[in-house]
């Protein structure tokens, strides 16, 4: 399995449940759309035990089933739709793509 994780960080005065309004609403069919995509989750975040504030405001994991069935989704029109909508509701500049491979340890 080929996971695609990013992390979000909302736009400049956009509020938190603006953010996450667009993005479950109307950004999250988007990017379910987008070919090959095996499974799609939205972690929103939440302050910490302490209180603090985290740095971000969600992580997106996406599922393919290898690297190239990625990398043919990209081309697809559904997933240009999905990557131009980012600018609606994020800061670009802070937005961040972890590319792994997943080892389970207990599950």
Known sequence: MFKVMIVLSRK?????GDFRRYWRETHGPKAAAMPGVRRYVQYSSVPGP???VPGHDGIAELWYDDEDTWR???EAPESA???DD???FCDL???AYLFVEEDVILG
């Not at 400049?12 to 938190?16: A, D, F, K, N, Y």
């Open 72 to 74: 043919q989704s990209r």
């Open 93 to 95: 500049d802070r937005l």
């Open 86 to 88: 980012l600018v609606h």
């Open 12 to 16: 400049p005065g956009m509020s938190v």
């Open 50 to 52: 302490t209180g603090a």
């Open 81 to 83: 739709a999905s990557r």
